[in-house]
C-alpha cells in the first residue's frame, strides 16, 4: 500500500535563503499562512509560520528571481516531519519539500 503526506499552501513569504550543495542551488524560505475567526465579537486572526525547502535546482533559481518578503506564494508539496535533538531535548520538525512553487500578483503591500 502506498502512503504519502501532501500539502498546499497559500500565504506570505518571509526569510528567503538560496543555499548551494555540491554545486546545486537549493532553496529554504518561510510562509506565513493567517486563520480568522470570531471570538464573541471579536475576530481574532492566527498565524502560522511554516518552513519551506526545495532541492530542485530549477525551482531554486525561478525562487531567486521571483520570490521576495511579502510576495504571496502558492506552494505544493510533500510534509516531511524529522526527529532530531537539542540541547539534551527531544525535538520534531515539520516542513514542506516543495514540488510547485508559484508567485501571486506584487501589490502595493509586499513593497513592491
Wanted: avoid cysteine; charge should be negative; hydrophobic fraction near 30%.
Amino acid at each position: 500500500m502506498i502512503s504519502f503526506a501532501n500539502a498546499q499552501i497559500q500565504g506570505n513569504v518571509g526569510t528567503v535563503e538560496i543555499k548551494e550543495n555540491n554545486g546545486k542551488k537549493f532553496a529554504k524560505f518561510s510562509v506565513a499562512t493567517t486563520e480568522s475567526y470570531k471570538k464573541g465579537d471579536e475576530w481574532v486572526n492566527n498565524t502560522h509560520w511554516l518552513n519551506v525547502t526545495t532541492f530542485n535546482p530549477a525551482t531554486a533559481e525561478y525562487i531567486e528571481r521571483n520570490v521576495t518578503k511579502g510576495r504571496q506564494v502558492f506552494v505544493a508539496g510533500q510534509i516531511k516531519v524529522s526527529q532530531y535533538e537539542k540541547d539534551g531535548e527531544k525535538r520534531t520538525s515539520v516542513e514542506i519539500h516543495a514540488d510547485d512553487v508559484q508567485v501571486g500578483p506584487k501589490t502595493d503591500d509586499t513593497g513592491e
